[in-house]
């Protein structure tokens, strides 16, 4: 069984940090690129940060570059994703995928294996 499961979301005021949890299980985590995506309320779902590998190649939507770094720990079968600077616009649920790089560009549910997301609520 593929599961991947999100946590240490929470609310945070503006300019604040916050570090996302993912704990992946069901699959070998180094055969899949792990990432994060988010959807704010009428929104389209996008995408945030991809990590092909924990030591490697990553990407960062230009939304968020400089503020988050996403990272990963083997021995714990997670990937994180740290915060900072946090502004309102980066209020949304955040969702853990793995596939992120297939994902990156159109990031449906219908393909790839997905957390359940969990809320980042930014406040003034």
């Known amino acids: 069984e593929v599961r991947l499961v999100e946590s240490g979301g929470g609310t945070v005021q503006a300019g604040g940090s916050l570090t996302l949890s993912c704990e992946v299980s069901g699959f070998t985590f180094d055969d899949y690129a792990i990432g994060w995506f988010r959807q704010a309320p009428g929104k389209e779902r996008e995408a945030v940060a991809c990590m092909s590998n924990p030591s490697d190649s990553t990407d960062y939507s230009d939304s968020v570059k400089g503020r988050f770094t996403i990272s990963g720990d083997y021995a714990k079968n997670t990937v994180y994703l740290q915060m900072t600077r946090l502004e309102m616009s980066d209020t949304a649920v955040y969702y853990c995928?793995?596939?992120?790089?297939?994902?990156?560009?159109?990031?449906?549910?219908?393909?790839?294996?997905w957390g359940q997301g969990i809320q980042v609520t930014v406040s003034s």
């Open positions: 995928a793995a596939d992120c790089d297939d994902l990156w560009r159109r990031p449906t549910t219908d393909f790839g294996s």
